[in-house]
């Protein structure tokens, strides 16, 4: 079964940190460029960070420049978000989004996972 499953979120205090993890089965992450999204509720969905399956190169969206990092392991199949110094206005549903663009495109949408920065 083809799927992203993302896991990682949660309840933190602002000023701490979490890591997101996506998770893919039934094909290779490797070959996709893999983004993460965000949206909080009565927001439009908004990209948050991206990793280039051709070059490594690595899109943040401009407000979260230097606090959030995104990663790859091949190995585990698996990309990660490091989020730190979190703050209220990062609480949102997260989303990883695979897309690979051939003679045909192909796209896979996660879950989701909750995180929510709160004291």
């Known amino acids: 079964q083809v799927q992203l499953v993302e896991s990682g979120g949660g309840l933190v205090q602002p000023g701490g940190s979490l890591k997101l993890s996506c998770a893919a089965s039934?094909?290779?992450?490797?070959?996709?460029?893999i983004c993460w999204f965000r949206q909080a509720p009565g927001k439009e969905r908004e990209g948050v960070s991206c990793?280039?399956?051709?070059?490594?190169?690595?899109y943040y969206l401009d407000t979260l420049k230097g606090r959030f990092t995104i990663s790859r392991d091949n190995a585990k199949n698996t990309v990660y978000l490091q989020m730190n110094s979190l703050k209220p206005e990062d609480t949102a549903m997260y989303y990883c989004?695979?897309?690979?663009?051939?003679?045909?495109?192909?796209?896979?949408w996660g879950q989701g996972t909750q995180v929510t920065v709160s004291s």
């Open positions: 989004n695979g897309r690979r663009a051939t003679m045909m495109v192909y796209e896979y």
């Open positions: 039934g094909f290779t992450l490797d070959y996709y460029t």
């Open positions: 990793l280039s399956n051709d070059d490594g190169d690595t």
